[in-house]
């Protein structure tokens, strides 16, 4: 890794599942100027536990304060900054209905996606994929004139 200010960066946090854990963690970024870029929490299974995963961009030595920072917040378990992460995003996206379904069918097949929803007026799609190729779909998605799109963020786990 470089130690590039705006390197993209994922960070993986296992906290206890209580009221303003969230609060306190995206507190520490904000109170030190760093930005979220992507934030996702959900409990896991069976466990009091819940899994925070947060996409923000800084260097080697901003990436060291910040982890050495959520260690020190009480009810944090874990935390994992590390490059072999298996990453993932959603996406939807509401197109009008138009003569082209099958054609946006195809494009979300390329992008492990589908459609998953069709009125009268409209059709949603979603695709599931790495956050690079998301980007990527939603930039090919633009020639069908989409009237909403509704991004995740980025969900992670350890190699």
């Known amino acids: 890794m470089t130690d590039n200010i705006n390197e993209r960066r994922v960070i993986s946090v296992v906290v206890m599942n209580e009221s303003s854990v969230l609060a306190r963690v995206t507190a520490l970024f904000a109170g030190r100027g760093y930005n979220i870029e992507s934030l ?16 923000t ?5 901003v990436m060291e304060q910040i982890t ?16 072999e992460m298996v990453e993932k995003e959603m996406v939807l996206i509401k197109f009008p209905i138009a003569e082209n379904l099958s054609d946006i ?6 992008y492990n996606g589908g459609i998953v929803n069709v009125g009268k007026e409209m059709v949603i799609a979603q695709v599931a994929d790495e956050p690079k190729r998301i980007k ?13 799109i509704v991004r995740s ?7």
């Open 105 to 110: 069918s195809a494009l979300c097949g390329a």
């Open 40 to 55: 996702t929490v959900a409990p896991i299974p069976n466990s009091d536990m819940s899994h925070i995963t947060i996409e």
């Open 136 to 148: 990527h779909f939603i930039e090919a998605a633009q020639r069908y004139n989409p009237c909403e």
């Open 68 to 83: 050495k920072q959520l260690h020190k917040l009480i009810p944090v378990y874990k935390v994992i900054e590390h490059e």
């Open 153 to 159: 963020g980025v969900v992670a786990i350890e190699r």
């Open 57 to 61: 961009k800084g260097n080697a030595r």
